[in-house]
């Protein structure tokens, strides 16, 4: 057991009393002072409390004349608990209700003897694992999610407002949008954090800015870690999102005019894959593939023969709307044939293929690109994977080809989220994912629902409301908003409707997955979601869904 003690002048000798009192019965950690001259208790509050949220030591003993002071500053710091004891009982209750880590204590309050006892049993005391006091501690924990930005409270009340709107939003509601997830704590505080300040035009060890030390290691981090993840050759992590990871490998690439065979954005492509109101549709001559009609999955036979017929620089794969499996290894051998770069865009899949929950392009493609959101659950921003042979011409196709300063605060928060990404847990996350959609997607289809390909091997799935119900995608997606559960309108493929009405919706389940539903939760939102689009005028069933809704999600907190 690691125990970290400081103390101010006021609780100078108190500090050398429980020092003697505890040697030999755990390694402690002298943080100071040093010496009865006064000094500022902040200061050793400080260096205790930053011990015990690094994780370096067990428990903190803070001591300054009231214990006020350093329990206070203590606070401040995530992951920390200080309690101010002056009883053994509240040393006992701190440690078993509330989870205390650290115990701060007066100095004029209790004597050197009693001091002890309080030590011996606040580190001697388990907390209780009771449901309760768990709950509570969680709670405690994450006050809301509002102490991250609560100072905004004062400085900005507007900006605070909107922020609590959206925590509100995503604590009482269903969020099912495919392109959506929720953030772990750790990756907001990077996105958040000093790195923000830092102009860092080019490379680690390459920037045209001095002062980049710091945040070279934060994007080596990055970068390292995101090849170790997919198994990369490197790794290029500036990218501000997805369209300009796509844009950087253009611009690696090909030349104005030149040739990209991809998936139509009508059947379920995007539009930086060469949509004509898209920058990519009107630099480049796209040529699209469509799903078969009647299978509504991808004909990788006809795509060879227009691969083998257009002759693409880039044969481009990967979807925003496809809810079946990608045959990476087949797209290979096409593109060996037609002797073209392969390019695959994950943004939607990579945390399925991070988890092994979806074969990985990584392998067979020339380029992989991706968002980090999405799947991932990671901040907003875009990266791209590529063979060694075309690091040289990405890099400087990103910067200075298209880029100014990355964001050095985001690109921290990638690396946080590719180092969470290498746990075991995320590989059961991204098989939940997939199987929280497959029993969500059959309950919804059971109910008489037409599916768009008959079902789904990832994590979303598109519902056919038109030839089901004779309503829109967007009506469709305002009675389910109304009703507390949050989907998108969505063309399908083939589709007779306009895309500002669609005939679909698109439903995803890494947010919900994200917040720890599984199974049972899936079989009780589909009926919900048929429940209302059987009675899409019926505000009462809206009213009812929305109420079970946010009775369901109570029980599932947002990270």
């Known amino acids: 057991m690691k125990i970290a003690i400081g103390a101010d002048h006021g609780g100078y000798e108190l500090k050398g009393a429980l020092l003697t009192a505890l040697a ?3 390694e402690l950690i ?57 009883t053994v009982d509240e040393a006992v209750v701190s440690r078993q209700h509330n989870g205390a880590n650290v115990l701060c204590l007066g100095a004029k309050a209790v004597s050197a003897a009693y001091a002890a006892e309080i030590a011996a049993a606040f580190i001697a005391t388990p907390e209780d694992a009771s449901e309760r006091h768990a709950r509570r501690r969680a709670k ?30 995503e604590d009482t509601e269903i969020n099912l949008i495919a392109s959506e997830n929720t953030s772990s704590r750790a990756c907001r505080e990077a996105a958040g954090s000093v790195l923000m300040n830092k102009y860092a035009e080019g490379y680690p060890g390459k920037r045209w800015y001095s002062g980049c030390v710091p945040v070279d290691a934060a994007e080596e981090l990055a970068r390292t870690r995101a090849c170790a993840l997919f198994g990369a050759e490197h790794a290029n992590v500036q990218p501000h999102c997805g369209s300009a990871a796509n844009m950087a490998v253009y611009f690696a690439t090909l030349q104005p005019g030149d040739t990209i065979l991809s998936m139509s954005l009508d059947q379920g492509g995007h539009l930086s894959h060469g949509s004509p109101v898209n920058f990519s549709g009107k630099i480049y001559n796209i040529v699209p593939y469509t799903v078969n009609r009647e299978t509504e999955r991808l004909d990788y036979d006809a795509i060879e023969r227009l691969a083998l017929e257009v002759k693409p620089k880039i044969l481009l ?23 073209c770069i392969m390019m695959v865009d994950m943004a939607h899949i990579a945390g399925l293929v991070a988890g092994g929950a979806h074969e990985s392009p990584v392998p067979y493609a020339d380029f992989v690109t991706t968002t980090t959101h999405k799947t991932l659950g990671g901040p907003r921003g875009g990266m791209v994977l590529c063979k060694a042979k075309w690091a040289k011409a990405l890099d400087s196709a990103v910067f200075p080809g298209m880029q100014g300063g990355p964001l ?81 309108k969505n063309t399908i493929p083939y589709d007779t409707e306009s895309p500002f009405k669609t005939s679909g919706i698109r ?34 069933v809206q009213a009812r869904v929305k109420r079970a809704a946010k009775e369901l999600v109570a029980g599932f907190p947002v990270p």
């Open 140 to 169: 405690l924990e994450r006050a809301g999610r509002l102490s991250d930005v609560s100072g905004l409270a004062q400085d900005d009340p507007e900006v605070f407002a909107a922020i609590v709107a959206q925590t509100e939003q």
């Open 317 to 339: 794969t990967g979807a925003s709307a496809y809810p079946r499996a990608i045959d990476f290894r087949r797209v290979r051998e096409i593109c060996d044939k037609v002797g």
């Open 24 to 26: 030999g019965k755990a």
């Open 30 to 86: 002298d943080k100071g002072t040093t010496s009865r001259e006064s000094c500022d208790y902040p200061d050793y509050a400080q260096a205790v409390a930053l011990a015990v949220a690094k994780g370096e030591v067990d428990f903190g003993i803070l001591v300054c004349t009231s214990g006020i002071g350093v329990s206070m500053t203590a606070n401040r710091f995530q992951n920390v608990r200080a309690a101010l004891c002056r």
């Open 408 to 488: 050095e605060n985001i690109i921290a928060a990638k690396a946080v989220v590719f180092k969470e990404w290498m746990s075991e847990a995320k590989k059961g996350y991204a098989q939940q994912v997939v199987r929280n959609c497959q029993v969500l997607c059959k309950t919804v289809q059971d109910r008489g629902y037409r599916i768009v390909s008959g079902g789904t091997d990832n994590h979303l799935f598109l519902v056919d409301v038109k030839s089901t119900k004779g309503i829109t995608g967007k009506e469709a997606a305002a009675a389910l908003d109304a009703a507390g559960i949050v989907v998108n």
């Open 507 to 540: 439903v995803g389940t890494a947010s919900v997955t994200t917040r720890g539903m599984k199974e049972p939760e899936m079989i009780k939102i589909g009926t919900w979601i048929a429940d209302v689009l059987d009675n899409i005028a019926d505000t009462a």
